[in-house]
Structures are given as structure tokens and as C-alpha cells.
């Protein structure tokens, strides 16, 4: 069991970060932020994959006019991504956003800051307080040389103090490392200091593939190690892949349930049945259903038998056929080309 770190509540528009509150799944969208229209339906599909809370690029006064609609009809909360200027930040927050993501070192005006905290506080707005190697003071980087993950911490830990001093305490904090470990590194510091929520995510993490890979490893450790309220997986992809991602490496740790786990073998010598087509075919078919059940499809009795009973339904498939097992309990023998027809209507019929 993951023993995660005690951090003070907070809510983005009704959806509770830290305390006890499961790991919450967000993502961002790639569409220009004033197509409103294109916006919208990206952030329902976001949605309806698992994604809790969304935030949306505002580089222009154009997007952060847009948003007023788009929180009036978005499913789940939105947050503003403001970089550089204030004065969009104003404008954002007369919208009704849930949230902004700030990061004051590219702002670098502790004046405005503290105006944009007013506002928010007075507007009950979560800002989301961003350190990024990027954009690290002068100062720090003077004094480590490089944005090391100490450096990092530092300044997450100053501004969080900065935004204590002026009695802004409804925000949560994400330091962004360009490589894994820095990024444990900086969390780590800032997480053993303090007990306010952390958003982490590996950014810029790649491609698909890739990128699933470094953040699965950067993400699971710091989750193992109690690390992190909130996530998200950034990818160079469809945006619901990256909300499928994040989910998977909550449900790899125990940490979140949604949708279908598949348990299935490498293959070896001694299949006899066409195993990766089944479980392409199984997967293809799941995709997207949010049904929280573990499915196994093993490729020979070695382990099939164990596998299959563990799991809520499964296959240990043998010579060109399988035994369909339910609930730990063989219920047929079933051949080859009916597999997965089999398989997928006794997943319907299963009670949940
Ligand atoms: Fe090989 Fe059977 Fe193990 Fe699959 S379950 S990897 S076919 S031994």
C-alpha cells in the first residue's frame, strides 16, 4: 500500500485536491482557445475519457475573452494557462474560470502577483503555482549554476511563501524539470518542506510512446513515494491518450480504478493460439468503456490457469481454443474464431 503525503485540501471549481481525495486526472487542450466550438467538444471528449479537470492556453486577450462561454458550458473545470502578462490574467479572471496557472517567474513582477492573488482570492479562483527550469529567477540560478532540482525546490518553496505572506493560501504547486530525475529531486525537496498539494507531471515527456514510458517511470516514483495529488501526462499526442495514460499509471499503483485492466502474456514457443490479435481485438473493443474489471488472456496453461482465475473474467487458451473462466470459475470451452464474440458477451453479462 502507497502511504501518500498529508497535504492541505483544496478545490478547483468543486473538485478536491489533497486530503484524502483520490489522485485527480487533468489534461490540457490543444485547440486555439477561441474557437470556442472546437474547444468545447475536445474538452466533453476530454471528459468523457476520465479527464477532471481541464486547462486551456490563453496567450492572447482574444482567448481569455472566450472563456466565459467555454465555463459556461464545460463539464468539468477549467483553468486559464497564463504566461507573461498580467493584463491577460485580468481579463481571465473576470470569465468565471475555476483556476489559473501562473508561473511568477516569467511574470517576475511581485506587484502584479499579488494584485492577480487578490483577485483571485476575492473571486475564490485555485491558482496553480508554477516553477519551471525555464523561467528560474536570476537569482537562484546565479546561485546553483544550473536549474538543479534543489534550485527548483527553492523556488517553489520562496513563492509559496511569497504567496502565504500576502494570505493567498488556495493554491497548489507544480515544479517542471526537463529530465526525470531533477524532477523527483525538485519534488521530493518541496514535498518534505511543506504540506501544500503537489501537481506533477513529466514535462515535454515525448511522443506516444515515449513519452508514456518517461512519465510512467517519473510519475510512479514519485506516486510510490506518497508524491503528488494531481496529474497529468504530457504528451506529444491526442490529449485523451494522455488522460488514458495518466489512468494506467494510477491503476499500475493502485491509486485510481477506471476502465478495464488487461492481463495477457508475452507469448513464447508455446502458443497455439493467435494471442496478440485476441488481445489487440479485446482492447479495440473495451476502448473507452469504463468498466472497472480485470480481464486475462493467457496463451498456454503455464500461469494461464492461476491468471484467469484471479480475474474477474479470462481466457486460458490451449489448442486452438480457450477455457472461459468467470469469476475464478471455469464456465466453457470455447474454440479459436469464437473467442472473443465469447469473451466480450460475457463481459456484458457480468454483474459490476
Ligand atoms: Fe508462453 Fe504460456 Fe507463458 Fe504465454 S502463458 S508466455 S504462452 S508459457
Known amino acids: 500500500m502507497i502511504k501518500r503525503r498529508k497535504t492541505r485540501e483544496i478545490d478547483v471549481g468543486g473538485v478536491k485536491i489533497g486530503g484524502d481525495n483520490p489522485v485527480v486526472v487533468q489534461s490540457m487542450t490543444d485547440t486555439k482557445t477561441h474557437n470556442i466550438e472546437e474547444t468545447l467538444s475536445q474538452i466533453k471528449r476530454l471528459a468523457d475519457a476520465g479527464c477532471e479537470i481541464i486547462r486551456v492556453a490563453v496567450p492572447t486577450e482574444k482567448d481569455a475573452e472566450a472563456l466565459k462561454e467555454i465555463v459556461k458550458r464545460s463539464p468539468i473545470p477549467v483553468i486559464a494557462d497564463i504566461h507573461f502578462s498580467p493584463r491577460i490574467a485580468f481579463t481571465a479572471l473576470e470569465s468565471g474560470i475555476h483556476g489559473i496557472r501562473l508561473n511568477p517567474g516569467n511574470i517576475n513582477d511581485e506587484g502584479k502577483i499579488r494584485e492577480i492573488l487578490q483577485e483571485c482570492k476575492k473571486k475564490n479562483i485555485t491558482v496553480r503555482l508554477g516553477v519551471n527550469s525555464g523561467s528560474l529567477e536570476m537569482g537562484i540560478l546565479e546561485k546553483y549554476g544550473f536549474p538543479s532540482g534543489e534550485a527548483l525546490a527553492e523556488s517553489a518553496l520562496n513563492w509559496s511563501e511569497f504567496f502565504e505572506k500576502v494570505g493567498f493560501t488556495k493554491f497548489k504547486v507544480s515544479i517542471k524539470g526537463s529530465d526525470v530525475l531533477q524532477n523527483i529531486e525538485a519534488n521530493k525537496i518541496f514535498a518534505e518542506k511543506t504540506d501544500i498539494p503537489l501537481h506533477i507531471g513529466i514535462t515535454e515527456a515525448g511522443p506516444a510512446g515515449r513519452g508514456s514510458v518517461k512519465s510512467a517511470v517519473g510519475l510512479g516514483i ?51 493460439v493467435n494471442l496478440p490479435e485476441v488481445v489487440r481485438k479485446v482492447e479495440e473493443k473495451l476502448d473507452g468503456k469504463n468498466i472497472p474489471i480485470k480481464v486475462a488472456i493467457m496463451g498456454c496453461v503455464v500461469n494461464a490457469i492461476g491468471e484467469a482465475r484471479e480475474a474477474d473474467i479470462g481466457l486460458a487458451c490451449g489448442n486452438k481454443s480457450a477455457i472461459l473462466f468467470k469469476k475464478g470459475e471455469p464456465v466453457k470451452r470455447v474454440s479459436e474464431d469464437q473467442m472473443i464474440d465469447q469473451l466480450l458477451k460475457e463481459i456484458d453479462n457480468l454483474e459490476i
Open 222 to 272: 514519485l506516486l510510490y513515494m506518497g508524491i503528488g495529488d494531481t496529474v497529468r501526462v504530457s504528451l506529444t499526442a491526442d490529449p485523451e491518450e494522455e488522460v488514458k495514460v495518466a489512468y494506467q499509471i494510477l491503476q499500475s499503483l493502485g491509486l485510481r480504478r477506471r476502465g478495464i485492466e488487461i492481463v495477457s502474456c508475452p507469448t513464447c514457443g508455446r502458443i497455439e
